[in-house]
């Protein structure tokens, strides 16, 4: 199939859409047809608010899910609705098998999409055409070098910089995601913003959340309101235009009045988006997490191996799955540590 967009051929679907199936589908009626699966647990770069100091206890390389189980146990959520895959980590690409795991997924006739912190894509641009992945989130959290380096604990401003406007010159959709945090980078909310006066990009803002070991602490939320008063400060009121809010969205998006691009923000601590959530995670060694906020996961590479149904247990883990952040309905429960102590750390997680 030719594809107008990234003017390549992309691989023909071979699997048919189903509607999302009751084992999809929560106690509270949401129906999940999104999954993110996290490709690896390491990471080229160290985000203070995403790996711990110290690092993490890696998994065992033979307890990781192997390129066909990840494909594998991908097919049954497809089959049950799944239509949308997002691949992140720990960092993606650094996996050696990407290339495969990527045309392999193609094959799952799924919109597919990545997030990654960039300093790798320039390796992995024709796959991403051959393949037809469009959807290409990046982590930029300061478009200053040396805060780049203090945040990411690597001097690799250059390169992200560069291969992000090498995606967007190539035609992907990109989306720039900021983790914003007080006395690091709100300074510069303004300077990312401006970023979308003559790119094509999508620069979103994300609250910082709490996750074991990232030393968050409520003091350094950047809240909605307060990217909102910077951005009319600068910009002015009357040049604020909100955007339609996507499906299930994430992010509240709004755009600079004669801005090519456009921004969002991403407040899943100050204003969450539980009732429109459609997403389950998948980490590297095969565990559902049926909220990004919760500690309980289900095994499902175990039971896969063991040649068992995982339709089963995929459903009891969305049946426990509850109404808002893991059952932290209010601010202060979320800003509990010890609530978050016995979850993973985002990197281990998959974001
Ligand atoms: N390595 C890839 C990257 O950085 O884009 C993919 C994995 S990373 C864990 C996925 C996303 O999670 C990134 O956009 C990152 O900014 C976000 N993230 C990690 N820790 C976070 C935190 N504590 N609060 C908010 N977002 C976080
Ligand atoms: Fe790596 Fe992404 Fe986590 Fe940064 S946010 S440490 S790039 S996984």
Request: with cysteine; charged share 25%; net charge positive.
């Given at each position: 199939?030719?594809?107008?967009?990234?003017?390549?051929?992309?691989?023909?679907?071979?699997?048919?859409?189903?509607?999302?199936?009751?084992?999809?589908?929560?106690?509270?009626?949401?129906?999940?047809?999104?999954?993110?699966?996290?490709?690896?647990?390491?990471?080229?770069?160290?985000?203070?608010?995403?790996?711990?100091?110290?690092?993490?206890?890696?998994?065992?390389?033979?307890?990781?899910?192997?390129?066909?189980?990840?494909?594998?146990?991908?097919?049954?959520?497809?089959?049950?609705?799944?239509?949308?895959?997002?691949?992140?980590?720990?960092?993606?690409?650094?996996?050696?098998?990407?290339?495969?795991?990527?045309?392999?997924?193609?094959?799952?006739?799924?919109?597919?999409?990545?997030?990654?912190?960039?300093?790798?894509?320039?390796?992995?641009?024709?796959?991403?055409?051959?393949?037809?992945?469009?959807?290409?989130?990046?982590?930029?959290?300061?478009?200053?070098?040396?805060?780049?380096?203090?945040?990411?604990?690597?001097?690799?401003?250059?390169?992200?910089?560069?291969?992000?406007?090498?995606?967007?010159?190539?035609?992907?959709?990109?989306?720039?995601?900021?983790v914003l945090m007080k006395g690091f980078n709100e300074d510069e909310i303004v300077d990312f913003i401006k970023l979308?006066?003559?790119?094509?990009?999508?620069?979103?803002?994300?609250?910082?959340?709490?996750?074991?070991?990232?030393?968050?602490?409520?003091?350094?939320?950047?809240?909605?309101?307060?990217?909102?008063?910077?951005?009319?400060?600068?910009?002015?009121?009357?040049?604020?235009?909100?955007?339609?809010?996507?499906?299930?969205?994430?992010?509240?998006?709004?755009?600079?009045?004669?801005?090519?691009?456009?921004?969002?923000?991403?407040?899943?601590?100050?204003?969450?988006?539980?009732?429109?959530?459609?997403?389950?995670?998948?980490?590297?060694?095969?565990?559902?997490?049926?909220?990004?906020?919760?500690?309980?996961?289900?095994?499902?590479?175990?039971?896969?191996?063991?040649g068992e149904n995982l339709e089963q247990l995929i459903d009891k883990a969305l049946n426990k799955k509850e109404a808002?952040?893991?059952?932290?309905?209010?601010?202060?429960?979320?800003?509990?540590?010890?609530?978050?102590?016995?979850?993973?750390?985002?990197?281990?997680?998959?974001?």
């Open positions: 199939m030719y594809c107008m967009f990234l003017k390549s051929y992309v691989a023909p679907n071979t699997t048919l859409m189903t509607k999302v199936t009751p084992i999809l589908t929560d106690t509270h009626g949401r129906t999940h047809n999104y999954l993110r699966i996290s490709l690896s647990e390491k990471c080229n770069l160290r985000c203070t608010y995403c790996m711990p100091h110290d690092g993490i206890e890696l998994t065992p390389s033979e307890d990781l899910m192997t390129a066909d189980e990840i494909i594998s146990i991908a097919r049954v959520f497809v089959e049950n609705g799944v239509d949308k895959i997002r691949l992140t980590g720990g960092e993606p690409l650094v996996r050696k098998d990407f290339s495969y795991i990527l045309e392999e997924l193609s094959k799952l006739g799924v919109r597919f999409s990545i997030t990654t912190n960039a300093l790798l894509t320039h390796r992995f641009i024709d796959d991403f055409k051959r393949f037809g992945l469009q959807d290409i989130n990046v982590s930029l959290d300061s478009l200053n070098a040396e805060k780049f380096k203090f945040i990411t604990r690597r001097d690799q401003y250059k390169k992200a910089f560069e291969n992000i406007n090498q995606l967007i010159a190539e035609g992907f959709h990109v989306k720039v995601n900021a979308t006066k003559d790119r094509d990009l999508n620069v979103r803002f994300i609250e910082f959340m709490p996750f074991d070991g990232n030393e968050w602490n409520k003091n350094k939320l950047v809240s909605q309101a307060e990217i909102l008063n910077r951005v009319n400060d600068h910009f002015g009121i009357e040049a604020l235009q909100p955007l339609v809010n996507e499906k299930n969205f994430t992010a509240r998006n709004f755009k600079i009045k004669g801005f090519k691009g456009s921004f969002g923000i991403i407040s899943s601590v100050t204003n969450p988006f539980c009732d429109s959530c459609n997403r389950i995670r998948l980490t590297a060694n095969g565990r559902l997490k049926n909220c990004l906020f919760s500690n309980a996961e289900t095994d499902l590479l175990t039971p896969f191996r063991a808002v952040r893991a059952g932290m309905t209010d601010f202060d429960q979320l800003t509990n540590p010890d609530l978050h102590n016995n979850n993973r750390s985002m990197i281990a997680i998959g974001g």
